[in-house]
């Protein structure tokens, strides 16, 4: 539909109206626009100027070294036998950056101490809170303006949890299984799930308590007191408590925080699996049987070797 308007002068002032109202939409429009580009890049240079962190990372290594509780390299006891198991997850309960050997537990750069309870009795890492990690996955992140400058040259953690997958033959047929391995000081959990099947606990549990499932089929058990090996090279300098799982392993390279950074520092911690699941021989044929009455003895990492780059 046409207007038709028959003053000349009112067509101009009509027509000056609709140019007017034209140039201030398209004002309007313009100003959301670089408006919100503005906003966004706003936002990205939010983003850019962030503070960096250290990130702390696992990492699992078959053929890293096999070490003791001291620190050394060591294979297997008579009538033992082991096997490097496949690593689902893991977790830790406390991080501690150590200047130097001679260093005591404690004196160090702690940056992490994970949630404890004493629901279950005396005091225990509280799995239900715990920080269950993959390989790779950041397990800590920590700004590094709340680290202390200085040259760390080992790093100090307490893993608290294990999961992984074990071989093993039961009646005749080679198998695979989930073991769940709770090698902390002392854990309390509600319950909690190793592959499929959940298990109901309510209470604390010893380091070296594990629960096995296969074919949908649960088994639970506790290696002996002491048995787990937590490997500390710095054994003679900077002891740690019996029974604990403070595992200690150097950086290949020491590492400086001068407390400029610009930029993240991520640290991996390679843990050793090499023949960490061991077990007593009955059968020697160096396949785990638990049916032929082959106990689980031992469960621990058996080194950590940390880069930070």
Request: aromatic share 10%; charged share 20%; with cysteine.
């Amino acid at each position: 539909m046409f207007t038709t308007i028959r003053n000349p002068r009112s067509a101009f002032l009509f027509l000056t109206s609709s140019i007017m109202k034209k140039l201030l939409l398209f004002s309007a429009l313009a100003l959301v626009f670089f408006g919100c580009k503005k906003d966004e890049e706003s936002l990205l240079a939010d983003n850019s100027t962030s503070d960096p962190n250290v990130i702390f990372r696992f990492a699992f290594d078959e053929n890293q070294e096999r070490l003791d509780n001291m620190g050394n390299s060591t294979g297997l006891p008579d009538g033992h036998a082991g096997q490097s198991p496949s690593i689902n997850f893991i977790s830790a309960h406390y991080m501690e950056m150590i200047p130097n050997e001679l260093t005591w537990l404690g004196d160090g750069e702690i940056l992490y101490e994970g949630p404890e309870t004493t629901v279950g009795g005396e005091e225990a890492i509280d799995f239900d809170q715990a920080n269950v990690v993959q390989e790779g996955e950041d397990f800590l992140v920590v700004p590094l303006s709340s680290v202390s400058p200085g040259t760390y040259e080992y790093i100090r953690t307490s893993l608290s949890y294990q999961n992984f997958l074990v071989d093993f033959i039961a009646a005749g047929f080679e198998l695979t299984g989930t073991l769940a391995s709770f090698i902390g000081y002392n854990n309390y959990m509600t319950s909690y799930t190793i592959e499929e099947q959940s298990v109901d606990v309510n209470e604390n549990k010893l380091q070296g308590y594990w629960g096995f499932e296969t074919i949908g089929q649960v088994t639970t058990g506790q290696t002996p007191k002491g048995a787990t090996t937590v490997p500390n090279p710095l054994a003679g300098t900077s002891p740690i408590p019996p029974g604990s799982c403070l595992v200690t392993g150097e950086l290949t390279s020491p590492l400086t925080i001068t407390g400029n950074e610009t930029e993240d520092i991520i640290v991996t911690l390679s843990l050793s699996t090499n023949q960490s699941f061991e077990w007593v021989e009955v059968n020697e044929d160096g396949i785990w049987e638990p049916e032929a009455g082959e106990n689980i003895v031992d469960m621990g990492i058996r080194g950590l070797i940390a880069t930070a780059e």
